[in-house]
């Protein structure tokens, strides 16, 4: 019998509850609150990412859901933003899972990609895989994760195609950074986006170049690697369209299909 992928991620929970809540935080943040799960950001007010995010209704606020690196950061930011509003920014205790492949209805739909699975919020669950198990899938996936990819205030929402992965809502009101970002999508291309690859040699080695190349140009520079799959930063203004082969070092890599950027 196959046992569902469950895999406890390297996160932590944020829980913002108070009068007005919803309407202050929605405020700040790249995306409205409309869904019961939503993938948003805290920018700077030159549009950068602080940190990347979920944020999941309760019955009683919010809990925000963030690379366990970021949280510490988020927390102080988001009470810099308090003032005076009656608003508690507290954290929780409860794990944050990943579940794919015959999940059901349990958790939350990954709301970046369905393909992702399902996010689950609970005290503890028995972990049938691992976070990286998780991080293999969604690389196979060609998504974007800030746990491995980036940085906080490292890059834009675009670069790291929250534009195209449900994160950015340009439609609502003001928030943090909005001007920067609703120029980047006005322009007609984003120069730099993250990009999936593949490594064609299955042998690679455990100790490899960053930089990657075509001829002898650079094009790019490889963020996170597991395996032969991993996630790169792509200067789309440099790839040549003649079919020369890319390259990390000695290895011959391919691009995953922008199907989801």
């Not at 958790?107 to 991080?135: H, K, M, N, V």
């Not at 990657?212 to 032969?228: D, P, Y």
Request: hydrophobic share 40%; glycine share 8%; net charge negative.
């Amino acid at each position: 019998m196959n046992v569902m992928p469950i895999a406890k991620l390297d996160r932590k929970l944020l829980k913002i509850s108070g009068d007005g809540a919803t309407d202050w935080l929605s405020g700040l943040i790249t995306n409205d609150l409309s869904e019961d799960i939503n993938f948003a950001a805290l920018l700077t007010p030159q549009g950068k990412i602080i940190a990347d995010f979920f944020v999941v209704k309760t019955s009683d606020g919010w809990w925000v859901d963030t690379a366990t690196k970021f949280a510490d950061n988020l927390k102080k930011r988001l009470s810099m933003y308090r003032l005076r509003a009656p608003i508690e920014i507290t954290e929780t205790a409860l794990g944050v899972y990943a579940a794919w492949e015959g999940i059901g209805e349990e958790g939350f739909e990954d709301p970046r990609l369905p393909a992702l699975g399902r996010r689950i919020y609970t005290d503890y669950l028995e972990p049938s895989a691992t976070d990286e198990d998780y991080d293999s899938r969604r690389l196979t996936l060609g998504i974007p994760d800030s746990h491995w990819d980036f940085e906080t205030v490292d890059v834009f929402p675009a670069t790291v195609n929250m534009d195209f992965l449900n994160g950015v809502n340009f439609k609502k009101g003001c928030f943090v950074g909005q001007e920067v970002v609703s120029r980047m999508y006005r322009k007609t291309d984003v120069s730099k986006r993250f990009r999936g690859v593949i490594f064609d040699d299955q042998s690679v080695p455990s100790e490899i170049e960053t930089a990657i190349k075509a001829g002898t140009r650079v094009v790019g520079e490889l963020r996170h690697r597991r395996g032969a799959k991993g996630m790169a930063l792509i200067r789309h203004d440099r790839l040549p369209d003649d079919g020369t082969t890319l390259t990390v070092g000695a290895t011959e890599i391919k691009l995953l299909d922008a199907t989801h950027t």
